[in-house]
């Protein structure tokens, strides 16, 4: 299958492969070879033909002159992007003899693999590379940089990522938006909300930035950045004072309830309201709404919990529907992550008895600045796909300083030569989804894809799989799973009969429907997995893991005297910093701003549309000034992640902490501060 693209012109159904909640079926259109158009497949249950501009302007980033055709070698010095083409045989014989080089010297250990999903092809982003990295032996890396702190915090409330369909939210009456700017990060979900806004539904959105979704919601409740717990405590004590729990529900489903009223007795209102900077008499009317209005969802975000408290604000937050019972109703609950349903066979496709029992170090990837700065033995060689470091890691400035190290030997395969790339010693071209066999599993809504090619490799590029294979062999590992071809790795991954949600999923079905949703039938608030089983509002484990058994407030880290708190969020036209490099995304998003309030802009004698320095003891960028009503004083909030461009300054992850949040080794990007004026350096 994986070989055979046709040759005919037609229409093709795929979909997404950005990491996106999303996950839209696409229709592409091909002629003579080329792809050239990319719609919405109205077929598709979910996304019902509704893309997003990112993507409908995909065919300029497919065929962008700047993508890569052949592998390169680096000829200038690191940093400065100078290359020269070379085969594929001469790069695999370069990667391959160093790192034989540096596994006789050194040790495997030596060697780390550094990825995200820049496509979130299964097999492709966590599949033969997995495979090949355990049987090499290489330090590993703990992939914590988009919603780790969250998942574990929601994880302790409910036992995994299990939340709300969101096919019933046309039904939900109250739509609570908290930290998520859903405009721009999850458009399904605010259509289905407009839909249900149709049949009298309100919509909530609880920002620290009036945004696009802000903007377009009936109430929007701006926020203190990292108060959220606050929040949710003082509707806690609202609903437990006032009796407009859910009792039955409670002694029912949840552990603890008893020891939740008597804890939350100290977050009343005024309290919470200094904490959070939200109005009293809005936490009264909040709590009133949330406890009035059914069904209720709580759609939490990943901004929320890019803090140094990120884990425990979701936990937090994940309690509320248990206070008033709204799961029970269709539409009702909360949703962060839906990813459990879709769960795949990952030890089938990962293949960690590979490793052989060996324990080898583990990295966690926001720290990859003092990784390659500071670790002993050091890391020698790294090999980086699916992901940009040096524009989304924070500290950027010390992940391209380590970058810069005359002593690592860097490998990056991506479809363009990124800002990272540039320090490469080899690079290598990837093609792009559309030309890979893989399948695609939402961590929003519930269905599985499966994805054929629909063109064939641009240039010389390979996919990730592709690559491994080759790594393999020239290293000389002879594993049969080292060359599993693309079919037999989707084929082990879906047969997964332990996911309940997916048991009777099998990959011939998969592969003549290409979506099918999972079953949440067995899915019970009777049977979650949790230890007790039931929604922790009190949890043992998290006492076991040395944090407070119930919810709690726990303030964000001091970061220094710098005036402050900066959230740099991604944009509308961007995917992270994919599409960045692309003209007609760059023309859309026009130009990198950041939002000041007017007190303070007044202050500092900064107009609208002021070039102003942002900086504090890591670095320093350049934005344009949006001035008004926004942000909250002491906030700056900027958007995107913007491509490095000769005489401007606009890396916000220079400034961005590489401290972790409470739980999951979480990034916590929107909890540093800094100073801004209008006199540039
Ligand atoms: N267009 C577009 N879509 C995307 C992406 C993209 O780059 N562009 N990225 C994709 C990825 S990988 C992810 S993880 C998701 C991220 O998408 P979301 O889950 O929406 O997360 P963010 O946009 O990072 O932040 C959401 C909101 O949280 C707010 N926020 C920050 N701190 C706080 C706080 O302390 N409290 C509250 N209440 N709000 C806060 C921010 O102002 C922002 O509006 O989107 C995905 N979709
Ligand atoms: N300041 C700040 N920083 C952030 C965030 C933020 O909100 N603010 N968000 C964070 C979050 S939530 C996330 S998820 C990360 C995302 O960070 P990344 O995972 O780095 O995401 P992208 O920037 O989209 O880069 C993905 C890269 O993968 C490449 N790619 C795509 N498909 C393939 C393929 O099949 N093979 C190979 N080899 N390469 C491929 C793309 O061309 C692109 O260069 O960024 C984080 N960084
Ligand atoms: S980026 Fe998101 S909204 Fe856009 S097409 Fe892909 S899945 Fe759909
Ligand atoms: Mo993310």
């Known amino acids: 299958m994986q070989s055979f693209v046709s040759k005919e012109d037609g229409i093709s159904p795929a979909v997404c492969s950005l990491d996106c909640p999303d996950q839209c079926g696409l229709l592409v259109h091909k002629k003579a070879g080329k792809i050239v158009k990319i719609e919405g497949d109205p077929n598709h249950p979910v996304t019902q033909g509704a893309i997003c501009n990112k993507v409908r302007l995909m065919t300029e980033r497919l065929y962008d002159p ?40 050194e040790g495997p250990e030596s060697i780390l693999p550094y990825s995200f999903y820049g496509n979130m092809g299964n097999i492709n982003a966590e599949g033969m590379d997995r495979r090949f990295f355990h049987r090499l032996g290489a330090s590993q890396l703990d992939r914590t940089i988009c919603q780790a702190a969250g998942s574990v915090g929601y994880r302790y409330t ?27 990060t999850n458009m399904h979900q605010m259509m289905l909300a407009q ?21 377009m919601a009936d109430w929007f409740i701006p926020i203190v950045p990292g108060t959220d717990s606050a929040l949710a405590l003082g509707m806690m004590h609202i609903l437990f004072k006032e009796k407009l729990v859910n009792e039955p529900f409670m002694k029912k489903y949840t552990v603890g309830y008893q020891q939740l009223e008597e804890h939350v007795k100290q977050y009343d209102p005024e309290t919470v309201s200094v904490i959070t900077g939200v109005p009293v008499d809005d936490i009264y009317k909040l709590s009133r709404m949330y406890a009035a209005t059914s069904p209720s969802l709580i759609r939490i975000g990943n901004g929320l919990q890019h803090h140094d408290n990120g884990g425990m604000i979701v936990r937090t937050i994940s309690c509320l529907p ?101 320090f490469a010693d080899v690079v290598l071209p990837a093609t792009s989804a559309f030309e890979n066999t893989d399948f695609y599993t939402s961590y929003w809504h519930h269905y599985i894809h499966m994805q054929k090619p629909i063109i064939e490799p641009y240039g010389d590029s390979k996919s990730n799989t592709e690559v491994f294979r080759l790594l393999a062999r020239s290293m000389g590992f002879t594993d049969d799973a080292l060359q599993d071809s ?42 979650l997995t949790t230890p007790s089983h039931k929604i922790e509002l009190y949890s043992e484990t998290m006492v076991k893991d040395g944090y407070p058994g119930l919810p709690t407030h726990i303030p964000l880290v001091d970061d220094g005297e710098f005036p402050f708190l900066f959230v740099p969020g991604p944009n509308h036209n961007f995917l992270n910093s994919t599409f960045s490099n692309n003209d007609k995304h760059i023309t859309l998003e026009k130009e990198p701003k950041v939002h000041i309030n007017q007190l303070d802009a007044q202050k500092l004698g900064i107009a609208d549309g002021d070039m102003i320095r942002i900086w504090n003891n890591q670095g320093e960028c350049e934005l344009i000034a949006a001035v008004g009503e926004n942000v909250l004083p002491g906030v700056l909030v900027s958007q995107g992640l913007w491509a490095d461009t000769p005489g401007k300054k606009q890396l916000v992850n220079a400034l961005t902490p ?6 999951g080794g979480g990034a916590t990007f929107f909890s540093g501060r800094v100073a801004c004026s209008k006199e540039l350096s």
């Open 66 to 105: 700047k993508r890569l055709t052949t592998p390169l070698k680096r000829v200038g010095a690191k940093g400065e992007g100078t290359f020269t083409p070379i085969s594929w045989e001469e790069a695999i014989e370069i990667i391959a003899s160093n790192w034989q080089e540096l596994i006789e010297n």
């Open 158 to 184: 409910m036992g995994g990522a299990y939340g709300t369909d969101p096919e019933e939210t046309t039904e939900t009456k109250l739509f609570i938006l908290w930290g998520i700017n859903a405009v721009s």
């Open 195 to 215: 839909k249900a806004r149709k049949n009298g539904a309100k919509i909530i959105v609880i920002d620290v930035h009036k945004n696009q979704t802000g903007k």
């Open 322 to 422: 248990a206070l008033t019972g709204a799961w029970l109703e269709k539409g009702g609950g909360a949703l962060k992550s839906n990813s459990g349903f879709l769960s795949h066979n990952s030890s089938a496709l990962q293949r960690p008895d590979l490793l052989k029992n060996k324990q080898t170090r583990v990295f966690n990837m926001n720290e990859l600045g003092k990784v390659l700065l500071e670790t002993t033995p050091p890391v020698r060689s790294l090999y980086i796909y699916n992901c940009n470091p040096a524009v989304v890691t924070p500290d950027s400035n010390k992940v391209r300083k380590g970058l810069a190290r005359e002593d690592l030997f860097t490998v990056v395969h991506d479809l363009f030569l990124t800002e990272t790339a540039t």
């Open 486 to 527: 693309d079919e037999e790795l989707v084929r082990q991954a879906v047969h997964h009969p332990e996911n309940p949600f997916l048991k009777d999923v099998q990959f011939d079905e998969l592969d003549e429907k290409l979506y099918i949703k999972a079953d949440r039938k067995s899915f019970s608030l009777d049977n």
């Open 658 to 663: 590489d401290r972790l949040s409470d739980m």
